[in-house]
Structure formats: C-alpha cells, structure tokens
C-alpha cells in the first residue's frame, strides 16, 4: 500500500488510474500524421477509428498501447491494494479517463481496448470466452457493432460472477457495460428509431470467416 490508510491508498490509486486511462493515444497518432481522429470516420478516439481513418499501423499501435494502460492500472493497482475489488474499480476509472480524456477537454473513445487489457490481466481465462464466444453470437445475432458490444459485456458480466466466484466481478462487468453504453447511447437508440444496423469495417474482416452473414 502507498498509503496506511485504505480510503486514502484507493482514492489516490483511481487518481492516477484515471490519468493514465487519460492518455490519449489516437489523438497523439492521428496529430502526428496530420489528422484529427475526432473529426474523421465514426469521430470515435479510439483504436478501430485510427486503424480506418489513419492506417493499420496506427491503429495497431494504438489498439496496444491503450490494452497496455488497461494493464498497467490493474497491474499497479493490484500491486498496491489488498482488496479483490480496487483493481476492478482502478480500471473502472481508467475506462472514465479513456473515455473522457482530461488532456483534450474530455473527449474520449469506448475504452474496449484497456478493457481487453485489463482482462488479460485480472482474468485471462475469460477473455477467449468473451471474444470468441458472446461477441460473435451477439453480432450475428444483432448484426450491429455497437449493440453487439453492449449486449456481449452484459452478458459477460454475469459470465465472470460465475467464472471468478465473486459477485464483485459481476459490480465490475456492469459498471463497464454502464460505461460503454453511455458512450455509444446515441448509436444504440437510433438501432431502434432508425433501424439502423453498422457492423465496423475492422469487426466485419475480422469476423468475415465465421459469419457471412453479417
């Protein structure tokens, strides 16, 4: 513990899981090629706009550095914490900061990414279950990127209650599927008033072989 006392230990651990989930990888990429990732593609700040809006190599490199802040807050906040929940709240608070970045004036991605990250850490397991397993079921179902998204985290929650044998990991998968949805809510309410239906150009290549539907 950094601290003595636990509220103090747990409150400076999501100051700083915020800042470093503030870290604002996309915008960073896409300046340095000239372009400004919130004005381009779906406007998203985030790995999967910089990889159509910038080039593949960029967006790689930004698909792993912001999984690597998710792995980075919960590896320090596991570190320095001696409660099962603080890592999960820790990266709670980096998908905040991912998702409303301090460092451009509170913009912001979806945070999939540090969330893959931070999974990879805490529960590495699981992680094949949720993208190769309710991911797929919910696209092919839903045939939407963002509704798919919401629906799989949704039900991966209650997934890692069962997994992990701790009903705090259920607080944590609802809190991220909370946070996810709010970010995306304008694109989950015109699925239903605009029947919209968009499946993203990085998802449908990746999921093409399995589902042609889609």
Do not use: C
């Not at 629906?151 to 992990?164: G, P």
């Not at 008033?193 to 399995?210: G, L, Y």
């Amino acid at each position: 513990m950094i601290f003595q006392n636990f509220y103090w230990n747990t409150i400076f651990i999501l100051f700083i899981s915020y800042l470093i989930g503030s870290f604002p990888t996309a915008y960073i990429a896409g300046k340095i090629k000239g372009i400004d990732v919130s004005k381009k593609g779906s406007k998203n700040i985030g790995g999967m706009n910089t990889f159509t809006s910038v080039g593949r190599l960029a967006g790689v490199m930004v698909i792993f550095i912001d999984a690597g802040k998710g792995i980075l807050v919960a590896y320090l906040a596991d570190k320095f914490s001696d409660h099962i929940f603080v890592p999960m709240l820790a990266v709670v608070f980096a998908l905040i900061g991912h998702n409303w970045m301090v460092y451009i004036g509170f913009r912001g991605g979806k945070g999939i990414a540090a969330f893959i990250g931070s999974l990879l850490y805490l529960s590495p397991v699981s992680f094949p279950f949720l993208y190769l397993l309710f991911v797929p079921i919910a696209l092919f179902t839903l045939k939407d990127s963002y509704l798919s998204t919401a629906f799989a985290f949704f039900i991966f929650s209650f997934f890692l209650w069962i997994y992990e044998g701790s009903f705090w990991w259920l607080i944590f998968g609802l809190l991220v599927t909370i946070l996810y949805s709010i970010k995306s809510y304008s694109l989950l309410k015109t699925y239903y008033t605009q029947h919209r239906r968009d499946i993203n150009p990085v998802v449908r290549r990746v999921f093409k072989p399995f589902f042609r539907g889609i």
